[in-house]
């Protein structure tokens, strides 16, 4: 099993939560960005446990959740059935999630694109183009690959999170253009978990042409989910993009 097929499960909250922002407030974000209609069609891809799916719906939107891991969308099911919402969640591969024609946007939130070697990242774009509608949006939202591979050095950070100590270590391959990020938690008896992960980080050229030969076009790249201009030292590389 690859990475992205294991750490991704119940120890997710306490690894993860700590660097997550407000997901009702990036939902009413990406909901002003992408200006989308009443009741539009939307996919969540790598969707977890639902903290953006679950808000859409409870506006008005259609939404489908996609997510390899039965972890969790386990967690996903039961928020969404504990506060009444109604998302279809679906355990599929996005490289092989395929639904022609069937969405007015798509999302990829809080890093969950580039897992995979370049021709598969490809294929993933491929597959959004085809299950959007024509006209249809796709939103990633990626770390930004220019503060990361161009300037800053690798880092590491220790702080205090509710479930104990987290140490943070991200490792930047400038040469095969990935990060390697290491979270190991502290829990105050003791016990210490570990996950790793590694991401391609891609710049805003080289996912432009990729958006391109899967047949989309980038329609603007923002620095953040507030829709803030994309800069060098921007933290996040918010890309937009539509479907001819
Ligand atoms: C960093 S998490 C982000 C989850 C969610 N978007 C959020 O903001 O909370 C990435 C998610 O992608 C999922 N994932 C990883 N590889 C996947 C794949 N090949 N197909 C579908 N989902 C995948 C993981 O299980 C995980 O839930």
Redesign the pocket.
């Known amino acids: 099993m690859t990475w992205?097929?294991t750490i991704?499960d119940e120890r997710?909250p306490e690894l993860?939560g700590p660097l997550?922002h407000d997901?009702e407030d990036e939902v009413a974000r990406i909901v002003g960005l992408l200006s989308l209609p009443a009741g539009a069609s939307i996919v969540?891809?790598?969707?977890?446990?639902g903290?953006?799916a679950i808000p859409l719906s409870r506006r008005g939107y259609r939404v489908t959740g996609?997510?390899?891991?039965e972890k969790?969308l386990r967690m996903a099911r039961e928020r969404a059935a504990r506060e009444n919402v109604s998302v279809e969640w679906v355990r599929?591969?996005?490289?092989e999630f395929l639904r022609p024609e069937t969405f007015d946007a798509c999302l990829s939130?809080?890093?969950?694109f580039g897992?995979f070697a370049d021709e598969e990242n490809e294929k993933v774009l491929r597959n959004v183009a085809r299950n959007l509608k024509k006209g249809g949006t796709l939103l990633l939202d990626l770390r930004n690959a220019q503060k990361g591979l161009a300037g800053e050095e690798d880092h590491e950070m220790t702080f205090a999170v509710p479930a104990g100590r987290l140490r943070l270590r991200v490792r930047f391959d400038r040469v095969a253009g990935r990060a390697y990020a290491e979270h190991e938690l502290t829990r105050p008896d003791g016990i210490r978990i570990l996950s790793r992960f590694d991401v391609r980080i891609y710049s805003e050229d080289q996912l432009s042409e990729m958006i391109g030969r899967a047949g989309m076009r980038i329609h603007a790249v923002h620095g953040s989910l507030d829709g803030g201009p994309f800069t060098p030292g921007a933290e996040r590389m918010v890309v937009i993009a539509r479907k001819g």
Do not use: K, Q
């Open positions: 992205y097929e991704f997710y993860f997550e997901p969540d891809l790598g969707c977890g446990r903290r953006h996609v997510d390899i891991s969790m599929e591969d996005m490289r939130l809080f890093t969950s897992y």
